[in-house]
């Protein structure tokens, strides 16, 4: 009898893709967003079963039914929400939540504050494309003020949020901003971010190049960010402050244990959980 032990077999980014066939406009940044989320899957060897893709409303928040992971699609800005619970409840499962500018800083925006606070063990990544896509064109938090165009003419006037400021502010525990246009960086980049511990937030520019074409320049645009990742938060602060909205790379990479801890973490069954609060 022969009782030679087979190594698993080595799973490759297109065993992540679903069979869906994404229903983005040609050339839309996402597209490349998830390749980079199907490679730096393969680059951490997690079997589909074990990872969870969560997301909320919007064309970027349709990633989880790209992918062959476990997904939910959840309800416009509460992505957070439902990944928090189900990270608490099932901390053996990767978990990777996908929002817009819209849906992420707008709606959800409370939900981004205190995610970075509570620093649960999630990978928050955000497509950025400072636009409403799915709604037809609206400013979103992140749109220039001077924006001009049909549904704000001369622009909103209003200053942009600036994520990484308020993701460093608030507590994430990794800070970081990625270009979609260049997918083997963006993949790496968010391998990084899984392995972290605690919440890791991701920006990644991914152009809509239907309401807003002139994005296309974004690839001449991004440049690697002049300064190494940092722990100390008041030197990413000072650096962010001057941030020009392309500088891509990890910007800051803490070091605060994530929760909950190992000693904490719920160790009860679903059927335990439901026993006890039966009515
Ligand atoms: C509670 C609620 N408010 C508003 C909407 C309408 N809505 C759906 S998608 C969307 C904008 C999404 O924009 P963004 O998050 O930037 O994602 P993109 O489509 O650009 O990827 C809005 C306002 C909704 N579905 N639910
Ligand atoms: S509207 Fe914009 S964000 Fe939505 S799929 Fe088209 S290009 Fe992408």
Redesign the pocket.
């Known amino acids: 009898m022969n009782n030679m032990v087979l190594p698993p077999p080595v799973l490759t980014a297109a065993q992540y893709k679903s069979g869906y066939k994404p229903i983005w406009c040609p050339g839309c940044g ?1 597209y490349t967003v998830l390749a980079g989320v199907t490679k730096a899957l393969a680059q951490l060897q997690r079997p589909p079963h074990e990872v969870a893709v969560v997301s ?6 349709r990633i989880p039914a790209y992918t062959s992971c476990y997904g939910f699609h959840g ?3 509460r992505s957070l929400a439902a990944a928090t619970g189900l990270k608490v409840a099932r901390p053996d499962l990767t978990v990777l939540v996908a ?6 800083y707008s ?1 959800g925006g409370n939900h981004f504050m205190h995610a970075c606070r509570r620093n649960v063990d999630l990978t928050y990544i955000v ?1 950025d ?1 400072h ?5 037809k064109g ?1 400013a ?1 938090p992140t749109t220039e003020p001077d924006w001009d165009n049909k549904l704000s003419p001369g622009g909103t006037g209003i200053r942009s949020f600036h994520p990484l400021v308020i993701a460093l502010a608030a507590g994430a525990n990794f800070v970081a901003r990625a270009f979609s246009g260049d997918q083997n960086g963006t993949a790496d980049m968010i391998a990084q971010a899984i392995r972290h511990p605690g919440f890791s937030f991701v920006e990644i520019l991914s152009p ?1 190049v239907t309401f807003r074409p002139e994005q296309r320049d974004w690839k001449n645009q991004v440049h690697p960010a002049p300064v190494d990742a940092t722990d100390d938060p008041a030197r990413a602060a000072r650096w962010l402050m001057t941030d020009d909205g392309f500088n891509v790379g990890v910007l800051y990479a803490g070091s605060r244990p994530a929760y909950p801890g190992g000693a904490t973490a719920p160790k009860k069954t679903v059927d335990e959980l439901e026993a006890e609060f039966a009515l």
């Open positions: 996402d909320g409303i919007g064309c970027s928040s309800v416009h800005g929002s817009g500018d819209g849906d992420g709606i497509m494309n636009v409403y896509g799915m709604t609206q979103s809509c």
